[in-house]
């Protein structure tokens, strides 16, 4: 594999961790920040928003995911989506802890 294989695997595990909280929070039919509230990222977007903001992710992820020839009999590529699944998980929890208090 090449090396934007992994880095697509890298950003496919980026985006299906992105879209985890706002499907969850749309879902739920809580308000949660997106791109396009006002301000961006900071104020808050309807539970529609948050919805069809989480379904682009994941179908971003999933293009990135067959971009980037991730396999499960590949256990680098693999481990790459796991790492940017998690970098995305830790930017969310330190960007989201104070969504309250806005």
Wanted: aromatic share 16%; glycine share 8%; proline share 6%.
């Amino acid at each position: 594999m090449q090396w934007y294989h992994y880095f697509s695997g890298f950003l496919a595990g980026m985006f299906l961790a992105n879209f985890v909280p706002h499907l969850i929070k749309g879902s739920a039919g809580d308000p949660f920040p997106t791109p396009f509230a006002k301000p961006s990222g900071k104020g808050l977007s309807s539970p529609l928003v948050n919805v069809l903001w989480g379904q682009l992710n994941l179908v971003i992820s999933y293009l990135l995911f067959r971009l980037g020839k991730v396999a499960v009999d590949d256990n680098l590529s693999i481990f790459i989506c796991f790492i940017g699944f998690t970098c995305m998980s830790v930017m969310n929890a330190k960007i989201f802890v104070h969504k309250d208090k806005l």
